[in-house]
């Protein structure tokens, strides 16, 4: 089968930048609410109970023309080829994480509002060279265990030239289900690199749903300075956010706050709060609104925001 989202905005972003220098931008935005991509599927039944799965998904830019998004090595995407039957789930490739399943774990999913990335700390989407088996569900419960193997890069590595060799990687999640109560929890783990375990539990009331998320991180070793990041000391940090979500026939109002504290030498906190709406004029169609305000604390660098505000309206389609 085929399937797909189209996700295009009018996004004004105004960041306020450790050095009092400020910015303010107003043009079309991409994957605001959603993710564009066109994915690609399918389900063989090969008998006695099993199933054979593949996927292969390409996200684009709806902002920009076809020959600016197909094959370009930026667009990302899960890919996988797996069996299914009465054992549970084998994918191999690189699917989505058991850590993902955390990470959207308020309304705004990913997007502008969520803090995925920031007032959530590192956040992880998916491994390349990753294999994730999850069990049946049993009184509730299903367990997600993946695990990406060491790999190398460099010129000509598998000659003995100079080649740098990345840690393996493993992720584990945990989630119950019973009713109005969700539970998800997830450990992640990057060899002499970087952990984290965050999780939420989420409640439904009607047509509300209440969220609260948390999580500890622990950098093993220093992140040095990017083009658009300051460099971040290693150490540890924790997080929280509270969200809620109201339905109301065809519109969702929805509101996150959160914050994360880095107990590091930087000491950069940050916060966030955030409001919502989504109106679905069809089953496929929607219009929404959002705005996010985003601020950094004790930056006093050119290259890191002390304060950021988001505001968007977008249009999403699936087909």
Not at 4 to 28: H, I
Not at 90 to 99: D, V
Not at 164 to 190: E, R
């Amino acid at each position: 089968g085929i399937k797909g989202t189209f996700d295009p905005s009018l996004v004004n972003q105004v960041t306020t930048y450790g050095n009092g220098a400020v910015r303010a931008t107003t043009a079309l935005g991409n994957n605001t609410q959603g993710t564009s991509q066109v994915t690609f599927f399918g389900t063989e039944d090969i008998g006695g109970g099993l199933k054979a799965n593949f996927l292969l998904e390409n996200d684009f830019d709806a902002t920009t023309d076809a020959k600016s998004n197909w094959g370009n090595a930026t667009n990302g995407g899960e890919t996988y080829v797996g069996l299914s039957g009465g054992f549970g789930d084998i994918k191999l490739g690189a699917p989505n994480s058991p850590s993902l399943d955390v990470s959207g774990r308020t309304p705004f999913g990913t997007k502008i509002g969520s803090g995925f990335g920031t007032a959530q700390g590192l956040s992880h989407v998916r491994e390349n060279n990753q294999f994730v088996y999850a069990t049946p569900t049993f009184a509730g419960l299903t367990l997600k265990v993946a695990s990406a193997s060491k790999t190398t890069s460099g010129t000509a590595a598998n000659l003995g030239t100079a080649a740098t060799a990345a840690a393996s990687k493993s992720d584990i999640g945990l989630t119950y289900v019973n009713g109005p109560l969700k539970a998800v929890l997830a450990n992640y783990t990057q060899s002499g690199v970087h952990k984290q375990t965050h999780g939420y539990v989420a409640y439904t009331m009607g047509n509300l749903t209440a969220t609260y998320g948390f999580g500890k991180d622990e950098r093993v070793t220093a992140v040095a300075a990017a083009t658009t990041t300051a460099a971040r000391a290693a150490g540890k940090s924790s997080n929280y956010n509270v969200a809620v979500a109201y339905a109301m026939g065809a519109t969702t109002l929805m509101a996150n706050v959160g914050r994360l504290d880095d107990k590091t030498t930087n000491n950069y906190d940050v916060k966030i709060s955030a409001v919502g709406a989504k109106y679905d004029l069809s089953k496929r169609t929607s219009v929404y609104a959002r705005y996010a305000k985003q601020t950094y604390d004790n930056s006093t660098n050119a290259l890191i925001a002390k304060e950021q505000k988001t505001t968007a309206v977008g249009i999403q389609h699936n087909f």
